[in-house]
C-alpha cells in the first residue's frame, strides 16, 4: 500500500498554493479514472493521501500522463493565466462526444506577476497580528507616514493581501471533498467501455491572456463543443458568435450539473463540480432502443 505525506501545506506564497492544488488534482485525477471504471479496478493500487484512502494507477505510462499533464497546468497556473481545469470523459469512437465533465475551478485564485510567485503573501492590515498591541512605534524607529495611500485592485502588492494562516485546513477540506466526489460518482450514470480521457484548461477573460497552443505543442485547441469565444472574434474557449456577444460551446454545462465542494484556506479558493453531458443521455437511449 501506497502512503504520501499529509502534512498541512504553508500556503504563505503563490507558489505553494499551486503546488498543492496541483498536488490535489492529480489525486483526484487517478480517483476518477477508478471510480468510473476507465481502467481496470484492479490495475489501481491502495494508497493514502491527505490521511483518506485513495487509488493510484500502477500503470507506468498512465502515471507518467497524469505527472505531465498535472505539470503542464502548473506552468499555466504559474502564468495565473487558468480559470478552471476539467477531466473529460469521452465517448468511444467514432463519436468521441464529451460524457462527463469534472471541473476544478480556480477563477478566484489570486493574480501574481510570475517574477513574484515565490514572494511571501503581505498579511493584511486589519489582520495583520503585531507583538506591539499599542500600535506605538518602536525606539529609534524612522517616522511613519499615518496617511494610507489608495489602494489600486490591481496592483501586485494588494493583490497579495490574503492573511494565509501559518498552516491550514486543507488536508481536512480535501478529505471531505474526496468523501464527497465518491458520493456523487456513485450516482452518476454508468459509462460505455472503452471511453478516453484528457485534460482542458480553461483561461481568464482578461486582456493580454492568450492561448498556449504554439511553440512547446503542450496544448492544442479544445473541440468546439467544449471551447468559448469571447465577444469580437478573441478565442477563449471557441464557439459560435451571436449579436456580438460571448457564447460557450454546446458541450459546456452539460445536460446535468451536480455540485461537489467549495474549498477555501488563504489564498486558495476553488469550487468543484460535475457535469454530465447531451451525449451521455443520447448514447443511454440508443441502447435502450
Request: net charge negative.
Amino acid at each position: 500500500m501506497a502512503s504520501y505525506n499529509s502534512e498541512a501545506p504553508v500556503l504563505d506564497t503563490y507558489q505553494a498554493v499551486v503546488s498543492a492544488y496541483c498536488d490535489f488534482l492529480t489525486v483526484a485525477i487517478h480517483t476518477i479514472l477508478y471510480e468510473r471504471n476507465i481502467y481496470l479496478q484492479t490495475s489501481f493500487l491502495k494508497a493514502r493521501k491527505y490521511n483518506y484512502p485513495v487509488r493510484q494507477s500502477r500503470h507506468p505510462k498512465v502515471c507518467k500522463w497524469i505527472q505531465d499533464a498535472v505539470f503542464a497546468v502548473e506552468g499555466e497556473m504559474l502564468k495565473c493565466t487558468v480559470a478552471q481545469t476539467s477531466l473529460i470523459i469521452h465517448a468511444p469512437p467514432p463519436s468521441s462526444q464529451p460524457l462527463e465533465r469534472y471541473v476544478f475551478s480556480t477563477s478566484s485564485f489570486p493574480r501574481i506577476p510570475l517574477s513574484e510567485t515565490r514572494t511571501p503573501f503581505a498579511p493584511s492590515p486589519s489582520n495583520n497580528p503585531s507583538n506591539n498591541p499599542s500600535n506605538e512605534p518602536p525606539p529609534n524607529s524612522p517616522p511613519v507616514n499615518t496617511k494610507e495611500p489608495q489602494s489600486n485592485p490591481l496592483d501586485p502588492a494588494t493583490t497579495k493581501r490574503f492573511n494565509p494562516p501559518p498552516t491550514s485546513d486543507l488536508p481536512e477540506q480535501f478529505r471531505a471533498t474526496f468523501a464527497r466526489l465518491s458520493t456523487s460518482l456513485a450516482k452518476l450514470r454508468p459509462l460505455p467501455e472503452d471511453c478516453s480521457f484528457t485534460l482542458a484548461i480553461e483561461l481568464r477573460d482578461e486582456e493580454g491572456v492568450e492561448a498556449p497552443i504554439e511553440g512547446e505543442g503542450r496544448w492544442v485547441a479544445a473541440e468546439p463543443g467544449l471551447q468559448r469565444r469571447k465577444a469580437g472574434g478573441h478565442s477563449e474557449e471557441v464557439g459560435d458568435i451571436e449579436g456580438g456577444e460571448s457564447k460557450r460551446g454546446k458541450d459546456l454545462g452539460g445536460v446535468r450539473t451536480m455540485p461537489v465542494r467549495s474549498l477555501e484556506a488563504g489564498a486558495f479558493k476553488m469550487e468543484v463540480w460535475v457535469e454530465e453531458g447531451k451525449g451521455k443521455f443520447q448514447s443511454s437511449v440508443e441502447e435502450g432502443e
